[in-house]
């Protein structure tokens, strides 16, 4: 660790330098599982390196994607467990690039918090290499600025941004969609990282009633239930696309169904889903009761139990079900497409 250029000035305006290197040095660790065979350069230096394998690809296209965790942050303070919401913050990224068809290639994360707690930036940063692993891209660099009198002590906030590629010919642009295509569910693991800020309104975090096991929630508290990891879906998807031609892709964020669905469907058609096929998770039914939410309001916020969609023509459908389930995805099928002014259609 540098010690050589510590402040004793910046170090009493609240700022630690050192803090910084300690950090760095502890997330080393977490960091060298993602390395991937594009990368060229160690984390530290002033920008990250990879050398582009486009083996197969005859015109590559870059597709890049940022986001953040959003007050979902706020659950982690409370519980004081920041080892899981990186993952959170790669899954917001590169579940959107996916939808287009793009592989990840690498990511950059970025964290702004009141005090520099090393330990704490690294369990945070464990997260993020996490959610890399999973989706088969390389950390590659990363900031992480002390702003004290900005953020509180204990406080942080975490961005992310992923660079993926794809073959022009194979991206999914929704151009082949028909009438008869299958719309297929993904899964969520509950909530993932949208609507918390209604989440905080329905339910106090900060009350022991939210930190007592509950039967519904397979005797998990609903604190710890919130703070599972978004879900990502890039290998799953990544199987699919080599064996089946797909229509389209959406990932249900914020804006749930009504918004996320209508995005990958080209004008003059619609999707009609019944909304007895939806496998509601039960964190959901427990926000409705608890907030006294319409059920349209949940289906315009949140994903409902379903992560991703995917459309497919009607005779892959089955197959498509099968490659998912043999990645690890309990897909079914959600709904069709059919001829419609109305983008879509919960019946």
């Not at 330990?119 to 002390?146: P, R, W």
């Not at 009607?314 to 990645?327: F, G, P, V, W």
């Amino acid at each position: 660790m540098n010690t050589d250029s510590r402040s004793e000035s910046y170090a009493k305006a609240g700022v630690d330098i050192t803090a910084g290197y300690k950090a760095v040095e502890l997330m080393k660790k977490h960091i060298a599982k993602t390395v991937t065979s594009g990368v060229m350069d160690g984390i530290g230096g002033f920008g990250g390196l990879f050398e582009l394998d486009l083996t197969g690809i005859t015109k590559p296209v870059l597709v890049s994607g940022t986001d953040g965790v959003g007050t979902k942050l706020k659950l982690a303070f409370e519980a004081d467990k920041h080892d899981t919401i990186g993952i959170d913050c790669v899954a917001m990224c590169v579940n959107d690039i996916i939808c287009c068809g793009a592989k990840p290639l690498f990511f950059l994360d970025y964290i702004a918090c009141g005090k520099n707690y090393p330990e704490k930036i690294a369990e945070i940063v464990k997260g993020v290499c996490d959610g890399c692993v999973q989706s088969g891209a390389a950390l590659i660099g990363g900031e992480t600025a002390e702003m004290p009198g900005f953020y509180p002590e204990n406080e942080y906030d975490l961005a992310g941004y992923c660079t993926g590629v794809v073959d022009k010919d194979k991206i999914i642009d929704n151009s082949k969609m028909s009438e008869g295509d299958v719309v297929i569910a993904i899964p969520s693991s509950g909530v993932h990282s949208n609507g918390f800020s209604l989440v905080r309104k329905v339910f106090d975090i900060e009350s022991d009633e939210a930190k007592k096991p509950l039967e519904e929630l397979g005797n998990k508290s609903i604190l710890e239930t919130l703070l599972t990891p978004t879900k990502i879906y890039v290998k799953p998807i990544l199987a699919l696309l080599s064996e089946i031609e797909v229509s389209a892709i959406s990932h249900i964020t914020g804006g749930g169904f009504y918004e996320n669905i209508p995005r990958s469907i080209p004008d003059g058609f619609g999707v009609v889903i019944k909304e007895s096929d939806v496998k509601i998770l039960p964190i959901f039914e427990l926000i409705e009761k608890t907030g006294n939410i319409s059920r349209r309001d949940m289906f315009n916020t949140f994903n409902m139990g379903v992560g991703m969609s995917v459309v497919v023509k009607s005779e892959d459908a089955q197959r498509a079900i099968d490659i998912l389930k043999a990645n690890g995805e309990d897909a079914y099928i959600l709904g069709k497409v059919v001829r419609s002014d109305k983008k879509i259609e919960l019946v």
